[in-house]
């Protein structure tokens, strides 16, 4: 498992393991693994040329001591003061100009940073707020015109650390160094595209961290404890059977789509009711198709409800008056009552995109995009319910709080229509053969995003390419 830990706690560790410790000797590990890795990227360190951005705080501290290992082995290393010399980190700045670094004023970085083979950006790290500052804008500016390799330290500097939001102007790195923990913008866009990729160096900080993190993010291994495997013993309705109440006239391939996921999905039959049962028969015909509305379709151990219904509320309502797991997607999100939502003793797993968590919030969709965590969670808490929020980072709250699960297994090619359709049927499978609601979210969307790449590689896939994938995917998890 992956973790991420707020800022409030990354800190109260620090001060934790500091008190232990020689004065220093933390910052020391963070410059010796940034060096490590500025090291690597460069692949030959004498001779280059190296910038470093450096802020008034510890964030500049940390690219002064690397970028003083980094001109003990023979790199040429200039520092950009964006504070005066008396208002940056003291030693770092004299381990620097001891190793023959050149410290410069800000308004000169601009040109060095258009000469250089790599800039390391210590502007600002967790002790940031709401976006780059007008003095480092130029020289964000300037990074990306560079043709240089760009390092951030810690996280890229501009983004919030806490949230994954951008709230103004934050540099784009090739890659970040991060210290100790993983922090929540490094996992959650906006914020992590900013990043490139991560590099977690360890500085002893793992055993002051809570057990309980402020995200999550499954492993292959972790993925594989919780997928269902039928025993000796197992027969299809100890499997779990689950119901799809979905599709339309007009919409019937969304309920084919949602049994196709559905039936990757573990669960040991799928049962579907809705007007679309002719076409899912013809795709399916393992399916188990009842003409008759959810309450009198026959037991089910969890249904998905919504894909494709259009203005349809019946099938929503009764569905929700069952007393076993409901996922609700798409159209269902529109028509499913709130109060009916909260009122549930049973789990319910809401799968809503940004555009429809944004009309059940009362807020713009780009409100959303900006805010993914804070908006999950608050939606979770308004409904009672788990909130699955898809995009390029899914995210699974729970209400009431706790660790909140992140999947970036996906790819950009999922954003094919139906996508969603297979998604729901496939949690929804999980959430039939007994896996909690957040659970099933979030497994569901470790393989759908997997069964994404294996369908596209490189190259446009339909919805029921990433259906026929899974399969490919849950293999590669066991293996
Ligand atoms: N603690 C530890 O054990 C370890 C910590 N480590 C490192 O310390 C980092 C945290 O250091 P930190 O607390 O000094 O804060 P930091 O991120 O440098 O920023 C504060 C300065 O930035 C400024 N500033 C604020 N907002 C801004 C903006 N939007 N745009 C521009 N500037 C802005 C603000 O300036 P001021 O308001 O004072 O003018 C303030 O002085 C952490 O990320 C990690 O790298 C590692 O060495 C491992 C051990
Ligand atoms: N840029 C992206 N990167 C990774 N996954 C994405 C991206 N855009 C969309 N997805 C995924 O594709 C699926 C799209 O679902 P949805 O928006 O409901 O589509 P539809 O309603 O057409 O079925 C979701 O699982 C979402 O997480
Ligand atoms: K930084």
């Known amino acids: 498992m992956r973790t991420a830990y707020s800022v409030q706690t990354v800190r109260s560790a620090e001060r934790a393991l500091m008190a232990r410790l020689p004065e220093g000797a933390l910052m020391q590990r963070a410059a010796a693994g940034l060096a490590a890795a500025c090291a690597e990227l460069l692949g030959r360190v004498y001779g280059r040329r190296v910038v470093l951005l450096v802020g008034s705080g510890d964030n500049g501290g940390d690219a002064l001591y690397a970028?003083?290992?980094?001109?003990?082995?023979?790199?040429?290393?200039?520092?950009?003061?964006?504070?005066?010399?008396?208002?940056?980190?003291?030693?770092?700045?004299?381990?620097?100009?001891?190793?023959g670094g050149r410290p410069v004023a800000g308004d000169r970085g601009a040109d060095a940073v258009a000469r250089a083979d790599l800039v390391v950006d210590g502007i600002v790290g967790i002790g940031g707020r709401g976006g780059l500052r007008a003095d480092a804008v130029p020289l964000a500016d300037a990074v990306e015109r560079a043709r240089a390799a760009v390092v951030a330290v810690d996280l890229p500097s501009g983004v919030e650390a806490g949230s994954g939001e951008v709230r103004g102007r934050a540099v784009r790195a090739d890659l970040t160094v991060t210290f100790g923990t993983h922090k929540p913008a490094l996992l959650v866009d906006p914020a992590r595209e900013y990043a490139g990729s991560v590099r977690l160096v360890d500085i002893g900080l793992r055993p002051k961290l809570p057990a309980e993190p402020e995200l999550e993010a499954l492993q292959h291994t972790d993925v594989a404890a919780l997928l269902p495997r039928p025993g000796?013993?197992?027969?299809?309705?100890?499997?779990?059977?689950?119901?799809?109440?979905?599709?339309?006239?007009?919409?019937?391939?969304?309920?084919?789509?949602?049994?196709?996921?559905?039936l990757r999905g573990g669960a040991g039959a799928v049962r579907y009711v809705g007007p679309a049962g002719d076409a899912v028969l013809a795709r399916f015909p393992e399916t188990l198709v009842s003409d008759r509305g959810p309450k009198e379709a026959g037991r089910v151990q969890a249904w998905v409800v919504g894909p494709g219904a259009g203005d349809d509320a019946s099938a929503v309502g009764e569905v929700l008056g069952q007393d076993v797991p409901v996922l609700i997607d798409a159209d269902g999100l529109r028509l499913a009552d709130r109060a009916a939502v909260r009122a549930r003793t049973a789990p319910t797993l809401l799968t809503p995109h940004a555009g429809e968590a944004a009309a059940l919030l009362g807020v713009a969709r780009e409100e959303v995009e900006a805010a993914r965590?804070?908006?999950?969670?608050?939606?979770?808490?308004?409904?009672?319910?788990?909130?699955?929020?898809?995009?390029?980072?899914?995210?699974?709250?729970?209400?009431?709080?706790?660790?909140?699960?992140?999947?970036?297994?996906?790819?950009?090619?999922?954003?094919?229509?139906?996508?969603?359709?297979?998604?729901?049927?496939?949690?929804?499978?999980?959430?039939?053969?007994?896996?909690?609601?957040?659970?099933?979210?979030?497994?569901?969307?470790?393989?759908?995003?997997?069964?994404?790449?294996y369908a596209a590689d490189g190259a446009p896939a339909g919805a029921h390419d990433v259906a026929a994938a899974i399969p490919d995917a849950w293999r590669d998890v066991l293996s």
């Open 232 to 262: 000796a013993a197992s027969d299809k309705y100890r499997r779990g059977v689950v119901g799809i109440a979905a599709g339309s006239a007009r919409y019937p391939g969304a309920a084919v789509l949602a049994v196709s996921g559905a």
């Open 67 to 99: 970028g003083a290992r980094l001109a003990r082995r023979g790199a040429g290393v200039t520092a950009v003061l964006l504070a005066s010399p008396e208002k940056t980190h003291a030693g770092g700045l004299a381990a620097l100009v001891a190793a």
């Open 373 to 453: 965590l804070a908006s999950a969670r608050e939606l979770a808490d308004r409904y009672g319910a788990t909130v699955l929020l898809k995009g390029s980072t899914t995210l699974v709250a729970d209400p009431g709080g706790g660790p909140v699960r992140v999947n970036a297994t996906g790819t950009g090619w999922l954003a094919t229509a139906g996508s969603g359709d297979v998604l729901s049927g496939l949690a929804g499978s999980l959430l039939a053969s007994g896996l909690t609601a957040r659970d099933a979210g979030s497994v569901a969307a470790y393989l759908h995003g997997l069964a994404g790449r």
